[in-house]
């Protein structure tokens, strides 16, 4: 039995995470869910956004299944996503993008797989005012280089490991000479010592309009937190928008899965939410547990129900009246 620590999250996140945790029980997969609290839910509960027990939690279990959490724009406590990412070290945020045979896109074979460093860089949360009437702000940008090389250590293992051809980094390293040049130079010492990888460099902008125009030139992509925020969002409108595009936060001893897209407010209450993304993130939970046929079965099933694209939520068939438990049930049946 492998213990998760299971936490809704807000918005969309108890409606989506139902049916994740539905479709996981009814594959086979032996889990214990310890359920926890963290973001708005967990604040107007106990008045704090990451409560102790979450964090009792999962420091004994390792492995986390999160629904979003919503974070106020501009005011309100610092992101909870990023306080557990730093906490737990999970440096390599792992975001696949791939093109669905019934999904249409402007392309139908887009295979990417961005690797976000997921703990420095813009989002370190050292930002503050230089003045009492709060006028001018700075953000720092942390970039070190034992952090750059773990990241980017990674994605070349992963294109290893998962027979992937070629490694992309995307920087800015022609005007953040010094933070972006370190993580620069970095995947370039790397990328010497997997010969067996191809290996390219884009400057950030130009790679968005690479990747908009000819999105099959890449493969795996690393590059530093916010541009990986923002590209793994372009890489999920090419297939198909966020309901589809899972993620895992990895680190040496702990991991943490959750959907890239966030809590949704604008369809919160209004059963449209596309489960899609977090039972894929739930299925690189159980291959990360080792629950490999589990895996596979979960998989099967949400591409025959994505693919027939009947049982789909509007995101995917604007002519659906199929909401976010109907959805899951569907995913569920198909894997019987
Ligand atoms: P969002 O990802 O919540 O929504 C963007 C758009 O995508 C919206 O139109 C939404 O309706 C749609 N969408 C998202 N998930 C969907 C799903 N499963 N099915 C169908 N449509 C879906 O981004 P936002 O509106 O910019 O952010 C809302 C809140 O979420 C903010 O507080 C933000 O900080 C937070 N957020 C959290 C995470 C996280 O917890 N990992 C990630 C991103 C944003």
Redesign the pocket.
């Given at each position: 039995m492998h213990k998760v620590t299971l936490i809704k999250?807000d918005g969309?996140g108890p409606s989506?995470m139902d049916e994740a945790v539905k479709v996981i029980d009814a594959s086979g997969a032996k889990i214990e869910w310890e359920e926890a609290y963290a973001g708005m839910s967990a604040f107007e509960k106990f008045e704090t956004p990451l409560p102790d027990d979450t964090m009792i939690s999962f420091d004994k279990t390792r492995v986390a299944f999160k629904g979003?959490?919503?974070?106020?724009v501009g005011t309100g406590f610092r992101s909870i996503?990023v306080a557990l990412r730093q906490k737990y070290e999970l440096y390599a945020n792992v975001r696949p993008a791939k093109s669905w045979e019934g999904v249409k896109t402007r392309y139908d074979d887009v295979d990417i797989v961005i690797v976000r460093e997921n703990t420095e860089g813009l989002y370190s949360g050292l930002e503050h005012y230089l003045t009492s009437k709060k006028d001018i702000a700075e953000s720092l940008a942390v970039v070190t280089r034992s952090g750059s090389q773990r990241v980017i250590e990674y994605a070349f293992k992963y294109a290893r490991d998962n027979n992937r051809k070629k490694v992309t980094v995307c920087h800015k390293a022609n005007i953040l000479k010094y933070t972006q040049g370190i993580f620069l130079d970095v995947a370039r010492e790397t990328a010497a010592r997997y010969p067996d990888i191809q290996f390219d460099e884009k400057i950030v902008d130009a790679a968005c309009m690479h990747m908009v125009m000819n999105p099959q030139q890449f493969d795996v992509v690393v590059t530093t937190n916010m541009f990986g925020d923002i590209l793994s969002d372009l890489t999920a409108g090419l297939v198909g928008?966020?309901?589809l595009i899972p993620g895992a936060n990895i680190g040496d001893d702990a991991a943490l899965f959750?959907?890239v897209?966030?809590?949704?407010?604008?369809?919160t209450g209004k059963n449209?939410?596309?489960p899609a993304?977090v039972i894929m993130a739930g299925v690189m939970m159980l291959n990360h547990l080792g629950e490999f046929d589990a895996a596979k079965r979960i998989k099967t099933a949400i591409e025959k129900v994505v693919n027939e694209g009947r049982y789909v939520?509007p995101?995917l068939n604007p002519q659906s009246k199929v909401g976010t438990k109907e959805m899951g049930d569907a995913i569920v049946g198909a894997m019987a």
């Open positions: 999250g969309i989506i979003p959490l919503t974070t106020v996503n928008g966020l309901g959750e959907a897209h966030g809590s949704a407010p604008d369809i449209l939410a596309n993304a939520t995101d």
